[in-house]
């Protein structure tokens, strides 16, 4: 299928393999828009200064894409196709204009959802897990503290969906890598930390639970 349509429309396997993945199962966000938001972002002091008190660095803001869509910081969502299936968006003003702090990525001329299904953020991390860490992951919660986390060389991972959904698809992601768990200590964090160990211990080399102090 992909063959015949590379032939029709004349364009590369992997071009038409991207084009009939976005039609036919999900859509995927243009690399162009992306990489508008990012250049908006290196433009827009008050989202750089944003960034960096949030303690990301500018190497892993760059490698993520980190970006702003003039309203809010855009958190491209890659699937292991290299392709952008979603776009987490994060309002810094939220508390004071009543709008919600994150949603994900719309579109006018698409009805899906760009939200479904659970993702991990930002999966570059399992790589950087067995090559520069040991073979060490921190699942969290949030973008945000993923992020911090890589900034210090730590490789942490995040759910798009919270720390309530564990899509069992994640768990062959954690084959053979020692995890630590360092879910929120809150209600929801002290409910659900369990889930991901159940589904990945017998899989992991080891499951530990990180308990965050309480402030």
């Not at 008190?53 to 292991?80: C, H, Q």
Request: hydrophobic share 40%; aromatic share 10%; glycine share 6%.
């Amino acid at each position: 299928i992909i063959k015949f349509h590379a032939d029709v429309t004349k364009t590369s396997h992997e071009a038409a393999a991207s084009d009939l993945y976005a039609k036919f199962i999900h859509p995927v966000i243009p690399d162009a828009k992306v990489r508008q938001w990012k250049r908006l972002a290196s433009k827009t002091p008050e989202i750089l200064a944003y960034i960096k008190s949030r303690m990301v660095s500018d190497e892993v803001a760059d490698l993520v894409n980190l970006g702003y869509d003039g309203r809010r910081i855009t958190f491209p969502i890659v699937d292991k196709f290299d392709q952008v299936v979603n776009t987490k968006k994060y309002d810094i003003h939220a508390k004071k204009n009543g709008r919600p702090k994150m949603i994900n990525h719309r579109d006018k001329l698409d009805d899906r959802s760009f939200g479904s299904p659970a993702r991990l953020f930002p999966i570059s991390s399992f790589a950087m897990a067995r090559e520069k860490c040991g073979g060490r992951i921190v699942p969290c919660e949030g973008e945000w503290d993923a992020l911090a986390l890589i900034s210090i060389g730590i490789a942490a991972i995040t759910g798009t969906h919270g720390c309530k959904a564990w899509n069992p698809e994640f768990n062959e992601d954690f084959r053979g890598l020692e995890v630590v768990i360092a879910y929120d200590n809150d209600k929801d964090g002290n409910s659900f930390w369990q889930r991901p160990l159940k589904a990945i211990r017998s899989i992991a080399k080891a499951v530990y639970r990180l308990k965050i102090p309480s402030t």
